[in-house]
């Protein structure tokens, strides 16, 4: 599905060099959802942006052999002075979808009653993420790369959320960034801690929780 191989990712901070992947290889294989675990600075969220191809790697390679979505949490691909109804058409024309049918999902799916119609960078942070899930839900990807953004909203929209993300399972994948454990639970089979710039991966997502609560204690 991913494969990392010999990626390297660093970024020079108050002249020192903070490495977040030190020569990593790691292959992210389809039929499996895992969840990436990790202290605060350890770099989640820069390898979500690698892995969707929103970032590059400053050494290595990142290859592909599915579709892969963006980083759900990350809305820096909207454009903020379009309306909800004008990102969902660009969105539906930059992945070759049917723009009426991504608009007619997104205004379901999000539920933001006549803000579709109004340019996002009036939106609260809520109204935001659910913009994007319906977004990304919209597009059929092989892999969804979600992070830290499933409880957003009230209850009745973060079950429709896992509701949604229990179909889309059945023929596609989820990496996945929470600090929630019970989420990482509900959403994936494997477990990825990244710690002083390595990836280590578990079978048994009790193992990666075990290790990532020691580095956290």
């Known amino acids: 599905m991913i494969a990392l191989e010999?990626?390297?990712?660093?970024?020079?901070?108050?002249?020192?060099?903070?490495?977040?992947?030190?020569?990593?290889?790691l292959d992210f294989q389809s039929g499996r959802s895992y969840g990436v675990l990790g202290v605060n600075g350890a770099g989640k969220s820069t390898l979500m942006r690698l892995l969707a191809g929103t970032e590059l790697p400053n050494g290595g390679r990142v290859r592909r052999r599915a579709r892969i979505s963006w980083p759900l949490g990350f809305s820096g691909g909207l454009h903020p002075k379009l309306t909800g109804r004008e990102n969902a058409r660009l969105v539906a024309r930059v992945y070759g979808e049917?723009?009426?049918?991504?608009?007619s999902f997104v205004e379901e799916f999000a539920d933001i009653g006549a803000y579709i119609d109004v340019?996002?960078?009036?939106?609260?942070?809520?109204?935001?993420?659910?913009l994007a899930f319906g977004l990304c839900l919209a597009?059929?990807?092989?892999?969804?790369?979600?992070d830290e953004v499933t409880a957003v909203g009230d209850a009745?929209?973060?079950?429709?959320?896992?509701?949604?993300?229990?179909?889309r399972r059945q023929r596609a994948d989820i990496i996945m960034v929470s600090h929630a454990m019970g989420t990482i639970r509900d959403y994936c089979n494997r477990g990825i801690v990244l710690a002083g710039g390595q990836m280590h991966i578990f079978n048994n997502l009790d193992d990666a929780i075990e290790l990532y609560k020691k580095l956290n204690a």
Do not use: Q, W
């Open 139 to 146: 597009i059929d990807f092989d892999c969804y790369l979600i």
């Open 119 to 130: 340019p996002i960078l009036t939106y609260s942070s809520g109204m935001i993420a659910r």
């Open 156 to 167: 009745r929209f973060a079950a429709r959320c896992k509701e949604e993300f229990d179909r």
């Open 6 to 25: 010999d990626v390297y990712k660093y970024y020079r901070r108050h002249g020192h060099r903070k490495i977040v992947l030190d020569h990593v290889s």
């Open 98 to 103: 049917n723009p009426r049918a991504v608009i």
